[in-house]
């Protein structure tokens, strides 16, 4: 199995910038793709970023596109999204997610079930004026 931690999480000024980061760990190695979704109140979870395990392939959602940057080191067993330009609608709780389905790309990632992944607990995201 696999286990997600996210952090990183935290207030930020509209403008200013945040790291994510989520630490996997498990008995279960996986050469897969890592990805970001995030959740609002009373929205529904919708897909960031992804990455492949090799790090050469990203995809992003049109509402980060530009400002957002994924990566991960698996080394450390970490994947990261640098979030700038924060915006008034980034509030959320940003959760990492491993396909359970090694064969999952980043590009397939926007649309995977919550069924279909592994998930962390989610670290909380909060933009103020």
């Known amino acids: 199995q696999v286990q997600l931690v996210e952090s990183g999480g935290g207030l930020v000024q509209a403008g200013g910038s945040l790291r994510l980061s989520c630490a996997a760990s498990?008995?279960?190695?996986?050469?897969?793709?890592l990805g970001w979704f995030r959740q609002a109140p009373g929205k529904e979870r919708e897909f960031v970023a992804a990455?492949?395990?090799?790090?050469?392939?990203?995809y992003y959602s049109d509402s980060v596109k530009g400002r957002g940057t994924i990566s991960r080191d698996n080394a450390k067993n970490t994947v990261s999204l640098q979030m700038n330009s924060l915006k008034p609608e980034d509030p959320a709780v940003y959760y990492c997610?491993?396909?359970?389905?090694?064969?999952?790309?980043?590009?397939?990632?926007?649309?995977?079930?919550?069924?279909?992944?592994?998930w962390g607990r989610g670290t909380q995201v909060t933009v103020s004026s």
């Open positions: 498990g008995r279960t190695f996986v050469r897969n793709a």
């Open positions: 997610a491993a396909p359970v389905n090694p064969h999952i790309s980043p590009q397939a990632m926007r649309a995977m079930t919550p069924e279909g992944c592994y």
């Open positions: 990455i492949s395990w090799s790090g050469d392939s990203t």
